[in-house]
C-alpha cells in the first residue's frame, strides 16, 4: 500500500497564541499550499464553528497567520460550514453566522468571510455521481462544490456514532446539505429501554424529529419520524437510549467515507486537510458543553490524504492517552470509516510520519 505523507507539529492549546498561529502557517507551507492554490481561486475553508456553550473548536486567533498566508494569494477565501439536523444554534444560516461571529469568525475578527455552504436552511445543495456500494449520488453543500480549493480544519474528538470524527466526518458529514446528512444517518434509529428510562423528558426536548413521545411510563421512538440523529444518546443521562453500535454504525460510517470520497474527487486533488489535537473530548463540538478532555494536547497535523490524517491523528491520540479512549466513550468501532475510506480510494491507511520540531 503507498504511503502518504503526514506533517506533525507538537503542540498545545496554552501556547501562547501567536507561537501557535506561526505553527499553523508552517504546516499550510509544508503541505505546498502557498505554491498550488491560484491567484483568485475560491478556497474553503472548511470548519466546525462550536455549537453554542462548547469550548472545544479550533480558535480563528490560530488561524491568523495561515489567513495571512492565504489572502495574499487569493482573495476568495471564505470560511464555510453547513447546518445541523439537529436542533441548536447551527440549524440555519443566520443563528449559525450570528454563532460564528461570537465565537470570533467573521471578517472583521478572523479576516474572512463566513458563508453558510447549503443555504438558509440546508436547501442549497447539488447531487453529483457517486456510484458507490451505498452511496449513488452525494448531495453536496452548492457553497463548497463550487469552491476551486478545500481545506479542512477539523478538530478531532470523539463521537457518538462513529466512534471517532476528523478529516474524514468534516468532509463526508460536514460538506453534505441537510438531505445528504439525513441520507447518511437513515438506518440508524436508536431504542429506547423502558426498564432503564426514567421518563423524565430531556430527549423529547432535543429531539430534532418530535420523534419521541411518552408511553407506558416510558419514552418511546417512533420509527417512521426518527432521522437518526443520535442526539436523545448523547442527552440522556440515564442509558436507556441504545443503538446497534456494531451494525447501525457500520454502515453510517460506510456512507460517510463514500460521501467524503465524493467530495475528495470533485477537488480533484485541490483538497487539504489539517487536524488539531487540541482539547480532545469524547464528543464532538456540536456538544452546547466544555466538555472533560479525554487526550492530553498533542499537536497539529496535516496531509493531502484525508484517511492518513485521522490514521495518523488516532494512532497518536491512542499513544498518548489510555486504552482505547475513544471505544471507552462509546463502544463504537472507529476503525471503519478508515478502513472503508481506504477501500475505496480515498486515501492511505499507510503513512510517513514527518515531525516539523
Ligand atoms: S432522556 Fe433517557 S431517561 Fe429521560 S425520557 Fe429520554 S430515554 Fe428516558
Ligand atoms: S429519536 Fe433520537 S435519533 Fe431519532 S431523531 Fe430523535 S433525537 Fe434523533
Given at each position: 500500500m503507498k504511503k502518504s505523507r503526514v506533517y506533525f507539529i507538537p503542540g498545545s492549546r496554552k501556547e501562547e497564541t501567536g507561537a501557535l498561529s506561526k505553527k499553523f502557517e508552517t504546516l499550510y507551507l509544508a503541505l505546498g499550499l502557498d505554491e498550488s492554490i491560484a491567484k483568485d481561486a475560491f478556497v474553503a475553508m472548511k470548519i466546525h464553528f462550536g455549537e453554542k456553550g462548547n469550548t472545544g473548536y479550533i480558535k480563528p486567533a490560530w488561524l491568523k497567520n495561515l489567513v495571512h498566508r492565504i489572502r495574499q494569494r487569493t482573495g476568495r477565501a471564505y470560511f464555510t460550514?453547513?447546518?445541523?439536523?439537529?436542533?441548536?444554534?447551527?440549524?440555519?444560516?443566520?443563528?449559525?453566522?450570528?454563532?460564528?461571529?461570537?465565537?470570533?469568525?467573521?471578517l472583521e475578527k478572523s479576516g474572512l468571510p463566513v458563508h453558510i455552504a447549503d443555504?438558509?436552511?440546508?436547501?442549497?445543495?447539488?447531487?453529483?455521481?457517486?456510484?458507490?456500494?451505498?452511496?449513488?449520488?452525494?448531495?453536496?453543500?452548492?457553497?463548497?462544490?463550487?469552491?476551486?480549493?478545500?481545506?479542512?480544519?477539523?478538530?478531532?474528538t470523539g463521537h457518538v456514532q462513529t466512534g471517532v470524527g476528523g478529516a474524514i466526518k468534516n468532509l463526508g458529514m460536514?460538506?453534505?446539505?441537510?438531505?445528504?446528512?439525513?441520507?447518511?444517518?437513515?438506518?440508524?434509529?436508536?431504542?429506547?429501554?423502558?426498564?432503564?428510562?426514567?421518563?423524565?423528558?430531556?430527549?423529547?426536548d432535543y429531539c430534532p424529529a418530535g420523534a419521541i413521545v411518552q408511553k407506558d411510563g416510558s419514552a418511546a421512538i417512533l420509527n417512521e419520524k426518527c432521522i437518526g440523529c443520535g442526539e436523545c444518546l448523547v442527552v440522556c443521562k440515564f442509558g436507556a437510549v441504545k443503538m446497534r453500535?456494531?451494525?447501525?454504525?457500520?454502515?453510517?460510517?460506510?456512507?460517510?467515507?463514500?460521501?467524503?470520497?465524493?467530495?475528495?474527487?470533485?477537488?480533484?486533488?485541490?483538497?487539504?486537510?489539517?487536524?488539531?489535537?487540541?482539547?480532545?473530548?469524547?464528543?464532538?463540538?456540536?456538544m452546547a458543553a466544555d466538555q472533560p478532555v479525554i487526550v492530553e494536547d498533542i499537536g497539529l497535523l496535516g496531509s493531502l490524504d484525508a484517511v492518513a490524517v485521522d490514521k495518523a491523528s488516532v494512532d497518536l491520540a491512542l499513544k498518548h492517552g489510555r486504552k482505547d479512549v475513544f471505544r471507552k466513550g462509546y463502544d463504537v468501532d472507529w476503525s471503519l470509516?478508515?478502513?472503508?475510506?481506504?477501500?475505496?480510494?480515498?486515501?492511505?491507511?499507510?503513512?510517513?510520519?514527518?515531525?516539523?520540531?
Open positions: 460550514d453547513t447546518n445541523t439536523l439537529y436542533v441548536g444554534q447551527r440549524s440555519n444560516a443566520i443563528d449559525h453566522l450570528q454563532l460564528a461571529a461570537r465565537h470570533g469568525f467573521s443555504g438558509l436552511i440546508g436547501e442549497d445543495d447539488e447531487e453529483i455521481k457517486a456510484g458507490l456500494k451505498r452511496i449513488k449520488t452525494a448531495k453536496i453543500a452548492a457553497g463548497i462544490l463550487h469552491a476551486d480549493w478545500l481545506i479542512c480544519l477539523s478538530h478531532l460536514g460538506c453534505a446539505s441537510r438531505a445528504g446528512k439525513l441520507e447518511q444517518h437513515a438506518e440508524a434509529n436508536p431504542r429506547i429501554s423502558a426498564k432503564a428510562c426514567r421518563n423524565c423528558g430531556i430527549c423529547l453500535w456494531g451494525e447501525d454504525s457500520s454502515r453510517l460510517q460506510e456512507k460517510m467515507a463514500e460521501y467524503a470520497f465524493t467530495v475528495w474527487k470533485h477537488f480533484n486533488n485541490q483538497a487539504a486537510f489539517i487536524n488539531v489535537l487540541f482539547q480532545v473530548t469524547k464528543d464532538c463540538d456540536c470509516q478508515l478502513k472503508h475510506g481506504a477501500a475505496i480510494g480515498l486515501g492511505s491507511l499507510e503513512y510517513d510520519l514527518i515531525e516539523i520540531p
